[in-house]
Nanobody, 120 residues
Framework: QVQLVESGGGLVQAGGSLRLSCAAS????????MGWFRQAPGKERDFVAS????????SYKDSVKGRFTISRDNAKNTIYLQMNSLKPEDTAVYYC?????????????WGQGTQVTVSS
């Protein structure tokens, strides 16, 4: 089993920045792909960004490219999502996700979610 713990959400004004963290523990050696999804009220959970532990290849939702950056710290089993130039439409609960292969096709593990609210 793997446990994912997110932190770093909060309330910020439009144009501001936040950094989310997700620390993985347990059988982390089984993981190859981690990332972030988000879910706004009344909407489906939506992919935001991902990163492979080996090689660091990243992928982003089109609407966050150039504003969000995903990174990893292998020694700490932690990934980060640096969010800049935040917009009110970025408001959502952000979930950390992890999988043995690819979180966009299957997600073995989810975090509990952290709220991000961007005021206009």
């Amino acid at each position: 089993q793997v446990q994912l713990v997110e932190s770093g959400g909060g309330l910020v004004q439009a144009g501001g920045s936040l950094r989310l963290s997700c620390a993985a523990s347990g059988r982390t050696f089984s993981l190859s792909h981690m990332g972030w999804f988000r879910q706004a009220p009344g909407k489906e959970r939506d992919f935001v960004a991902s990163i492979y532990w080996s090689g660091g290849t990243t992928s982003y939702k089109d609407s966050v490219k150039g504003r969000f950056t995903i990174s990893r710290d292998n020694a700490k089993n932690t990934i980060y999502l640096q969010m800049n130039s935040l917009k009110p439409e970025d408001t959502a609960v952000y979930y950390c996700a992890a999988d043995r292969f690819n979180i966009r096709t299957n997600t073995d593990y989810w975090g509990q979610g952290t709220q991000v609210t961007v005021s206009s």
